[in-house]
């Protein structure tokens, strides 16, 4: 089965201690609670699945649920436990009031193999990954409160934002994980934005249309920018285009035309999908930093791969609009949290390399980072030929994750893959390693 194939269209719409209760046992969905600490937000009923559903235990285990801090919370506990915690942190859900918390895609796998699991719904939503580590973390206290047992160790994981609020976690609290797995995540912090600024002014600049990026946009600029996106999708050369994305987001690999069909697709808001993502809308602030992240002043746009720039690289790289940043990735936990690639435990980390949401660049500006930092050792990515967000098969996400246990057992590194390497990486059949089960967009891997 594959995991989140509808995730895009997911991803798009979507204190106070409470008394800690016994297990649940058949619970009824509740209205939601208000928030204490976050004016006009509201929480969901942990004992409530998205579809109305109620949340129950898997068989031989229990189940106890809150309120802690204004985020809700979900904690399993098989009834033989191994002694060891994993904490699920989700992705992005839109800039709603209302925060919900949900189980991990590996739920029935943990439990399974005698691992306790806890997720937070976070007390916010929008790209609050500050929030997100702070509820998250504050699972592992709350989980020795529920059980009157600490846990031996403690597992980081999270996919999209979640990804990013796992690398910030490990960073910010070292002591408290035994090793981590990101999936599909923002590693590389205020990259992803800049990555969608580049998309765009590339696009613009291809088109020869004329763009602004308003740090205070007006309330009638989304108008005007839609406007402007009509003008660019009806002069822009795509085949040109998909060539500047493909090297943007991680370089030549397979299957990168399929991707960018896929995407092309995709729409938000009536606009294509990564015209909805333009930072301009914002003002580059991602909704939540306190100025401008965004920075192409120093990019040199490619459209090919020979040494020197050509002169449609030239063009496309003096017409294209060049924006400043106001502020930076923060290094604590405020705006949006910096990602150092300084990791202290093992890391395993799997990402789609068709994915044009958080691309799989993101992958390579953590592996850079570790290198420079002398942490290569403490990091391995797995390339999943996979074109949507977080599209992984249970096997993809299982093998990974039983890996990175065995790796803190043993000490022994598990095999990754060569995402640093260019050739490696455009390379027929690169991402067919650890990639279980075929997708239609993608050949067979050679034998």
């Known amino acids: ?28 969905c509740g209205a939601p609670t208000p928030s204490v600490s976050q004016p006009g937000y509201l929480i969901g009923d942990p004992d409530c699945e998205a579809d109305g559903s109620d949340f129950t235990a898997l068989p031989g285990a229990t ?27 989700h992705g992005y859900r839109g800039s709603g009031t209302t925060v919900l918390v949900d189980s991990p895609d590996l739920r029935e ?33 709350l989980f020795r409160d529920l059980t009157g047992r600490a846990a031996r160790q403690v597992f980081m994981t999270g996919e999209s934002m979640g990804g990013h ?14 090793g981590a797995m990101p999936t599909c995540g923002v590693l590389g912090d205020v990259e992803l934005f800049d990555y969608f600024l580049d998309a765009n002014v590339s696009a613009a600049a ?17 108008d005007r920018w839609a406007a402007q996106v009509q003008q660019i999708m009806t002069g822009l050369d795509e085949g040109t285009w998909s060539d500047v994305l493909e090297r943007r987001t991680g370089g030549e690999r397979p299957g990168f035309d399929a991707a960018f069909a896929f995407w092309s697709a995709v729409t938000s808001d009536g606009l294509p999908f990564l015209q909805s993502l333009w930072p301009g809308l914002s003002g580059g602030t991602a909704g939540i930093a306190p100025g401008n992240l965004t920075d192409n002043r120093h990019t040199v746009y490619r459209i090919g791969d020979s040494r020197r720039l050509t002169a449609a690289e030239k063009r496309l790289n ?35 390399i068709g994915d044009l949401f958080v691309p799989f660049s993101m992958e390579q500006q953590y592996a850079r980072e570790a290198q420079h930092n002398g942490r290569s050792h403490l990091f391995v990515s797995r390339a999943v030929r996979d074109v949507t967000h977080c599209g992984f098969t249970q096997a993809e996400l299982q093998r990974g994750f039983d890996d990175l246990v065995r790796w803190t057992q043993t000490g022994r590194r598990p095999a990754g893959d060569a995402i640093l390497d260019r050739r490696a990486v455009a390379a027929p059949g ?13 050949p067979a891997c050679p034998a």
């Open 1 to 28: 089965m594959i995991v989140r194939r509808a995730a895009v269209v997911a991803l798009m719409v979507l204190g106070s201690l409470s008394p800690v209760g016994a297990a649940q046992a058949a619970p009824t």
């Open 63 to 89: 189940v106890r649920t809150g309120i802690l801090r204004d985020a809700a919370y979900r904690v399993e506990i098989p009834r033989q436990w191994n002694g060891k915690l994993v904490l699920w942190a």
């Open 109 to 141: 796998h943990y439990v399974r193999n005698g691992f306790a699991w806890a997720a937070s719904s976070y007390a916010t939503n929008g790209y609050d990954v500050g929030q997100g580590v702070r509820d998250s973390h504050a699972l592992i206290g």
């Open 165 to 178: 609020i796992t690398a910030v976690a490990i960073e910010e609290f070292p002591r408290s994980f035994a």
């Open 206 to 222: 291809l088109a020869d249309v004329d763009i602004a990026f308003p740090l205070r946009p007006d309330a009638d600029y989304p």
């Open 318 to 352: 003096t017409d294209v609009l060049r924006v400043a940043r106001t502020a930076t990735a923060d290094p604590g936990l405020g705006g949006v949290p910096r990602v150092d690639g300084r990791p202290s435990i093992p890391v395993l980390s799997l990402h789609g």
């Open 430 to 442: 690169f991402g067919c390693r650890f990639t279980v089960g075929a997708r239609s967009e993608f």
